[in-house]
Nanobody, 123 residues
C-alpha cells in the first residue's frame, strides 16, 4: 500500500510559478506510475500529467503542455510538479495518484490517491 501526501499549493498571481510535491510512503515507490489530476469547483476531474515508474515516459494534458513539468526522485519517494506561467484557469485542487499499471492518463488506473493541495491563481 502507498500513502501519498501533496504539498506546495498556495496563492500565486497569474504568470507565477509553484512547485508541488507528492511524498509517498512505502518501499516500492519506484514500482508505481504517478499522476497529477486536478479538480476545480463545479468541474470534472482533469488529467494534468503522469510519469512512469522510473521516469522514462511522461504525458501531459493539452492545457498544461509547455508550462508544467513532472519529475520524480525515487530515492526520496517524491514526485514533483513544476508549474510555470500559471493562469487563473489552473486554479483547482491538485491530487497525486499512484498506480501499479503502466503510466496512464485515466484516473481509474490509479489505486492510491492523496488528499489534495489547493492551488489558486489570481488574475
Amino acid at each position: 500500500q502507498v500513502q501519498l501526501v501533496e504539498s506546495g499549493g498556495g496563492l500565486v498571481p497569474a504568470g507565477g510559478s509553484l512547485r508541488l510535491s507528492c511524498a509517498a510512503s512505502g518501499r516500492t515507490f519506484s514500482s508505481y506510475a504517478i499522476a497529477w489530476f486536478r479538480q476545480a469547483p463545479g468541474k470534472e476531474r482533469e488529467f494534468v500529467t503522469a510519469i512512469s515508474s522510473y521516469g522514462a515516459t511522461s504525458y501531459y494534458g493539452d492545457s498544461v503542455k509547455g508550462r508544467f513539468t513532472i519529475s520524480r526522485d525515487n530515492a526520496k519517494n517524491t514526485v514533483y510538479l513544476q508549474m510555470n506561467a500559471l493562469k487563473p484557469e489552473d486554479t483547482a485542487v491538485y491530487y497525486c495518484a499512484a498506480g501499479y499499471s503502466a503510466v496512464s492518463i485515466t484516473g481509474h488506473d490509479y489505486q492510491y490517491w492523496g488528499q489534495g493541495t489547493q492551488v489558486t491563481v489570481s488574475s
